[in-house]
């Protein structure tokens, strides 16, 4: 079986299929890193000399990625926040977590354009909440959280 971008193989698996049933759940993959549509085509050849036999074209597209950042704070406004939990939300679902520094930064990376909110949880404290960080096509700084107590 040879798998590659508009039909150009770049990788290929061999397998003896003869008298027995092929393994369920084989799986074959290719990761792009960079962000763009592909055309993607997969061929399977019998023993040779027999030719490949092509699936049709499938469009895959890879989304560009960004990054949101912010600051977490005291009600002061200037105090740090250190280890408080960050959620990037959709809705009401936790896309990523991560946790704030000694700085009170943070920061979430590889975020596909959508809309979420920002939340921020540290006992003890209190945050307002944030209107939604938009993503569409650069990065997003300077979503900023206070504590209100």
Request: glycine share 8%; no cysteine; hydrophobic share 30%.
């Amino acid at each position: 079986m040879q798998w590659g971008a508009a039909g150009v193989p770049n990788t290929e698996v061999s397998t003896d299929l003869t008298d027995a049933r092929p393994t369920v759940g084989r799986t074959i993959s290719r990761t792009y890193t960079t962000a763009g549509t592909y055309t993607i085509r997969h061929a399977v050849k019998d023993n040779d000399p027999s030719p490949y036999v092509y699936s049709g074209n499938m469009q895959v597209t890879v989304p560009s990625t960004y990054s949101v950042s912010g600051k977490v704070t005291r009600l002061d406004g200037t105090t740090p926040v250190s280890g408080a939990s960050m959620r990037l939300k959709k809705g009401s679902g936790v896309i990523k977590i991560t946790t704030t520094n000694a700085s009170g930064d943070y920061t979430f990376t590889n975020v596909v354009p959508d809309n979420y909110t920002v939340q921020a949880i540290k006992s003890g404290l209190t945050f307002a909440v944030e209107p939604p960080a938009v993503v569409i096509n650069s990065n997003i700084t300077g979503v900023n959280l206070s504590s209100t107590r």
